[in-house]
């Protein structure tokens, strides 16, 4: 067990709707990433946050978005749903101490498997 | 960010050790270089991170050579459960924009 929670931990849903995925990052962690990984397919990082604000974006579509909170839990939104978004969603936690030279390891969470029907 | 290449897969045999080399040419000076484990359905799970020359912990080895272009994970004794993909990442201290390459996927045979 990681520390890191994620839910709903399936999804199912039907073209052009829009979903929400939550994350919780371990006590402590400041950051929380949000990567994608489709069938057989390598893991692409989506976007990240750092105690609430967003820090770096990699491959995330515009029908995307995502927030972090005061209490530092992160929600993934996804509108306009695609076949194609179809995909496991994975979130991960750091402990981000800016300025000490600490490098990031990432805690990864189970995961939310959402299915676009 | 320095892009990472490895091999896409292995086999090898229970018992036996297993290196996997990942080949990362423009690595930073700031960069740390960082393995993850992942079981089908599952997160990544972190291995092992080095910055040079050798670390090792409990479930494998990581050697760095004095160039820092390419490292190896070393796998002792691998086991069945050791099938999985195995995952080279080059990140800075902030390790943030993190590019996780296709992996190596491990196949371990009885």
């Known amino acids: 067990d990681s520390g890191v929670t994620q839910t709903p931990k399936h999804l199912i849903t039907a073209t052009g709707q829009r979903v929400t995925l939550r994350c919780s990052p371990r006590?402590?962690?400041?950051?929380v990433y949000w990567y994608q990984q489709s069938l057989d397919q390598g893991l692409q990082f989506l976007i990240q946050?750092?105690?609430?604000?967003?820090?770096a974006k990699g491959n995330i579509l515009e029908r995307f978005s995502a927030q972090q909170f005061p209490d530092l839990h992160s929600e993934l939104n996804l509108s306009s749903l695609e076949l194609g978004d179809s995909a496991l969603y994975f979130c991960?936690?750091?402990?981000?101490?800016?300025?000490?030279?600490?490098?990031?390891?990432?805690?990864f969470g189970p995961g939310t498997r959402l299915l676009v029907l | 960010l320095a892009k990472t290449t490895q091999p896409i897969s292995m086999d090898s045999y229970e018992g036996q050790e297993v290196n996997i080399t990942c080949s990362h040419n423009?690595?930073?000076?700031?960069?740390?270089i960082t393995w993850y484990q992942q079981f089908p359905s599952q997160g990544p799970r972190f291995i092992i991170q080095g910055y040079k020359t050798k670390v090792t912990n409990e479930v494998a080895s990581l050697f760095i050579p004095a160039d820092r272009k390419s490292s190896t994970l070393s796998l002792p004794r691998v086991s069945l459960s050791d099938t999985a993909v195995y995952y080279c990442?080059?990140?800075?201290?902030?390790?943030?924009?993190?590019?996780f390459g296709a992996g190596t996927r491990l196949f371990v045979k009885a």
């Open positions: 946050y750092y105690n609430g604000e967003e820090r």
């Open positions: 006590s402590g962690d400041l950051s």
């Open positions: 990442l080059v990140c800075d201290t902030g390790g943030f924009k993190t590019i």
């Open positions: 423009n690595i930073a000076t700031n960069d740390y």
């Open positions: 991960a936690s750091s402990l981000t101490v800016e300025g000490t030279g600490v490098t990031e390891t990432q805690y």
